[in-house]
């Protein structure tokens, strides 16, 4: 009874004293935290590296499994690791027994005191990434070193048993998180130095996650778009309803913009009259002729917000002052050629009602546009800026940005906010800019990563930027990073890998918190996939080896259904049921001749299709199809109608630009700009160049309503047509033309 009252007193006053103790769901000083992609370890509250002498070291997914470094691990656990490089076996001693890792070999040997225990197979193979034996996780932690291994959300423990609820999760992930940040400019140039370097071996293994979770927290997407337009204008066809994107051309039902390349202009409609209201260039230094090209734009209530781009080759020769991939080079200065500078321009103007515009800010920054998007009243851009190197790294290593909210002069990212993701090796900067068009005194958010991006899509409240990669095994892979995105707030929200590329926007979908990707993936033999993540990108459902041979052209989601278009000869469209996330599968197919690189709804069970049709002997393209496709039974989708424009050699923007579809599904038409040809006696022959107008009827029938061609076959083409009210507008030769509807 003593001893009883003398542990129980003990206990109160370590509680009373502050001093720390561990209960079952807290880290002990024997329990780590490891994040994938990450090089950090926590240990209780402390922080260090995984691996002190390599920061590319982290655990990492190979053919679903998790791999973590062996001598890290093992030896902080206490554990003998050592290396038998004749034989590539890595040993591990631990409580009176040796552990044997052959290389690439998917078991281990246990032997005590010299003989042979027992063989021990895994599912996977030991193998040699960054110079560094990877191991499966649960194989060392709880087979050997016999201690508890907990996972989620990316996130590992190994030691003893942890609740890793969702806050205990975001604790870990705030300190160990899959991007680090940079802390010098010496780590920068080393990080660097180590992507450029990289030879490849750790392609093979996916910074990724393994595990489930099926929590669906995020609101849905809507993302059936049927039509962006009012009743008086049309407006660019966009993805994602609310998610507004750039174009050569907008209107605002009063105005009409036009993005010509070295200038913008702004014309009144004036019904079949246009007039020209003002016109902006920007010339940036007159001594070499450098001007910002006018690419996209977009407009909201007044605001005018300008996208453009800029070459800068002032400096054709770029001194060296470090070899990077030969040490054995000379470190005086080598001469590169050419080295120039790209920069992304943002001009935010405002628009009074006699349509003349008065600059508000500009925001420039160091890198080519990816693309860009709108919400509300902010623009998201997505800048690649590629170093500029070849055997060292130049004195231009950080990119510079101009904002004229805070000034007029060019100043360098701060390297403290640089972030990159371990694990992945591409030395070139994504930038992801934020700006405010209402509020000219608003800075812009800026954040920046080691890395690239190939393709974005946007929902509601999250950016995803795709990243193709290539890998040994698995082929082509893409990288996939999320952004959550709130105003000007942005926020890293973790990364994930699907195999394959994505050919375009419209094969990713975000819906019920779920980010749905089509891909396909010419390892071998050309083959598509469907996969499902969920809201941390973690793989839920998949739908794989679908019509091998072949090549996705066109994707669209529409609610719980997935169309997915390939091609070879015949035009397989592909009907998915992705109710169930964690178990999508395909339900229906139709083949036809020709294809659709572009599917967009019309009404809840009508599909529209813009491709090309195909000669079936041949396999020759044979002009312009459009498809009319009834899905209203999934099982069965079937082609209620189609028309062929031209022959051989047509064209039409539409086939590879979504945003040259005009849309007025209030009067059931759509609309666009195409050359046509015909063959004639073996010759092939321009048959018209202008704008095309079709009436969609409810039964499915599609008749051509308008043929618009007042100069000729032979005239520049038409770039884009928009209406306000009964006037159609297009833009050809720098110029305005306009067609009355009525007519």
Avoid at 579 to 584: G, L
Wanted: hydrophobic share 35%; proline share 3%.
């Amino acid at each position: 009874m003593k001893r009883l009252i003398i542990i129980l007193s003990l206990i109160v006053i370590l509680l009373i004293s502050g001093i720390p103790y561990f209960a079952e769901d807290t880290m002990t000083e024997s329990t780590i935290a490891l994040h994938i992609g990450s090089p950090l370890i926590l240990n209780n509250t402390d922080i260090k590296a995984l691996d002190s002498e390599n920061p590319n070291v982290v655990p990492m997914i190979y053919k679903d499994r998790t791999l973590i470094p062996l001598r890290a691990i093992s030896e902080h656990f206490g554990a003998e690791v050592s290396y038998d490089s004749i034989n590539r076996e890595a040993k591990i001693r631990y409580n009176g027994a040796t552990y044997v890792f052959p290389i690439d070999q998917n078991h281990y040997r246990v032997e005590k005191l010299g003989f042979l225990s027992k063989k021990v197979e895994f599912d996977t193979e030991t193998l040699i990434i960054q110079n560094r034996t990877m191991v499966p996780l649960r194989v060392i932690s709880e087979d050997i070193l016999g201690h508890t291994v907990e996972y989620k959300d990316k996130v590992i423990t190994i030691g003893s048993k942890i609740e890793l609820d969702e806050t205990k999760v975001n604790e870990i992930k705030t300190k160990i998180g899959q991007t680090i940040k940079v802390s010098s400019t010496d780590e920068l140039n080393r990080i660097i130095k180590n992507m450029a370097n990289y030879n490849g071996n750790n392609k093979d293994i996916i910074a990724g996650e393994s595990t489930t979770d099926d929590s669906m927290e995020a609101p849905t997407s809507e993302n059936d778009n049927m039509g962006n337009s009012s009743d008086d204008f049309s407006a660019t066809n966009e993805q994602v309803e609310g998610i507004n994107e750039a174009d050569i051309i907008k209107t605002d039902g009063t105005f009409i913009y036009v993005a010509t390349g070295k200038s913008l202009k702004v014309y009144k409609a004036n019904n079949t009259n246009p007039i020209l209201t003002d016109e902006i260039e920007l010339t940036v230094d007159k001594d070499t002729g450098e001007y910002v090209q006018f690419t996209e734009m977009y407009i909201d209530e007044g605001r005018l917000v300008v996208l453009g781009s800029r070459n800068s080759f002032n400096n054709w020769i770029r001194p060296i002052k470090e070899p990077m991939i030969d040490s054995a080079m000379p470190t005086k200065d080598i001469g590169i050629f050419p080295m120039g500078k790209n920069y992304t321009y943002t001009g935010v103007y405002s628009v009074d009602n006699n349509g003349k515009m008065e600059l508000l800010k500009e925001f420039e920054v160091e890198g080519a546009l990816l693309s860009s998007r709108k919400k509300d009243d902010t623009v998201y851009l997505v800048v690649n800026q590629y170093m500029n190197y070849y055997y060292g790294i130049d004195d231009d290593l950080i990119p510079i940005y101009k904002d004229t909210t805070i000034s007029n002069e060019y100043r360098e990212l701060p390297v403290e906010d640089i972030m990159y993701y371990p694990g992945r090796y591409n030395p070139n900067y994504l930038i992801i800019a934020a700006l405010d068009i209402r509020n000219a005194s608003t800075e812009a958010t800026i954040e920046a990563f080691l890395g690239s991006g190939s393709l974005i899509y946007m929902s509601n409240n999250a950016l995803y930027i795709a990243a193709q990669d290539y890998n040994s095994i698995l082929g082509t892979i893409t990288n996939i990073s999320k952004f959550n995105i709130d105003g000007m707030k942005i926020g890293f929200a973790g990364g994930g890998m699907v195999e394959g590329y994505i050919p375009n926007q419209f094969a990713m979908d975000e819906y019920n918190g779920n980010l749905r990707v089509a891909t396909t993936n010419w390892n071998r033999e050309s083959v598509n996939a469907l996969y499902i993540l969920d809201k941390n990108l973690n793989e839920i459902g998949a739908v794989e080896n679908l019509a091998p041979g072949e090549t996705i052209y066109s994707t669209r989601f529409m609610g719980d259904k997935g169309y997915i278009v390939t091609f070879r000869q015949i035009d397989p469209l592909f009907v998915l049921d992705l109710s169930n996330p964690t178990s999508p599968k395909v339900i229906g197919e139709l083949k036809i001749p020709g294809f659709s690189n572009y599917l967009h709804p019309i009404g809840e069970d009508v599909l529209l299709g813009i491709g090309q049709n195909i000669d079936e002997k041949s396999g020759r393209q044979e002009g312009i199809k459009l498809s009319i496709f009834d899905v209203s039974d999934g099982g069965k989708p079937k082609e209620i109608n189609n028309l062929v424009l031209g022959g051989s050699g047509s064209y039409a923007e539409v086939l590879y630009n979504h945003k040259a579809l005009m849309l007025n599904l209030k009067d059931n038409m759509i609309g666009f700009t195409a050359q046509l040809s015909e063959t004639t006696d073996g010759l092939k022959k321009p048959s018209f160049n202008g704008a095309l107008l079709f009436e969609i009827k409810e039964d499915g029938g599609i008749n051509i309503l308008k043929k618009i061609s007042d100069d000729g076959i032979y005239a520049s083409y038409v770039n884009r047509i928009i209406y306000i009210k009964d006037i159609l507008y297009y833009a050809q030769d720098d110029t305005i033309r306009t067609f009355n509807l009525n007519n």
